[in-house]
């Protein structure tokens, strides 16, 4: 899931002096491990630091909320505004609906902390984990279909900001991702690391969004069955590899 936050801004003299934290329920419902957060601010173009400072975060946690990211910075007097994306998945043993809640805090003229703002997401639905799940390039690729994992604007390593590399996050060895449509992945190859089947639903196919030939679409490191699809390697010269093998457990059996 993907986040922008913005936040009004009156920042006195003291390092440092503004700090964005950012909450989720209790209890491990969101999974920050292939996170990330801005490293510098999208108005002011000032880096921020990963992290909180003097355990601000953690400290001044809300009610059945648990810090899960944060960066603080040092602004210079002047700037009134400020914003920063992040990105997160839900937790696997999450069940239960939740939010994101995102506070900011600032410095006041004799250099104490002060919440300044507090947003909070709209409430975002959580599915069971299923043994069969699906993927598609949106929401409204999905149909009916639930759950089912869509792509997000990242486009990171391992296929990060994809519907299929987050199924694969999510699932246990032994399940089945259903692909819908006419799926794209992005500019990298999506990592297929756990002992799972990937198929097709229909006519179903996997290509690329991308016209570089450098990446595979797949690229498996454990036993995994890939069957039902058509695999379109067009790209700008002549192929790309459709599935790259770095796996000593079988794969990849025909359909």
């Known amino acids: 899931m993907n986040f922008s936050v913005s936040f009004p801004l009156s920042p006195e003299s003291y390092t440092p002096n503004t700090q964005v934290c950012v909450y989720a329920p209790t209890g491990g419902w969101a999974d920050f491990s292939t996170g990330w957060l801005s490293d510098e601010g999208l ?25 899960i990211t944060g960066a603080y910075t040092t602004l210079t007097t002047g700037y ?3 914003s920063l994306e992040f990105a997160l998945n839900i937790g696997s043993s999450a069940t239960v609906s939740g939010d994101i809640r995102v506070l900011v805090f600032e410095t006041d003229g004799s250099g104490n902390w002060v919440e300044t703002s507090d947003f909070t997401s ?48 999510a699932a246990s060895a032994g399940d089945t991702l259903q692909i819908l449509g006419e799926y794209k992945v992005k500019s990298e190859a999506v990592l297929i690391d756990k002992a799972v089947t990937v198929t097709g639903v229909d006519d179903a196919a996997i290509s690329s969004e991308s016209t570089s030939c450098t990446e595979s679409l797949l690229s498996i490191t454990a036993g ?32």
């Open 122 to 169: 709209a409430s975002v639905s959580v599915a069971s984990h299923a043994s069969t799940v699906y993927v598609a390039n949106s929401a409204a690729d999905c149909g009916s279909n639930s759950p089912c994992f869509v792509n997000s604007s990242d486009n990171l390593d391992g296929g990060l900001g994809t519907g299929l590399r987050d199924a694969v996050n």
């Open 224 to 255: 995994a069955a890939v069957e039902n699809l058509t695999l379109d390697g067009t790209c700008s010269s002549s192929h790309r590899t459709l599935i790259e093998i770095n796996s000593s457990s079988e794969c990849c059996h025909p359909a």
């Open 80 to 82: 009134t505004n400020d």
């Open 43 to 67: 108005d002011s173009g000032q880096a921020y630091t990963s992290g909180e400072t003097g355990g601000l975060c953690t400290s001044l946690a809300p009610t059945n909320y648990e810090w």
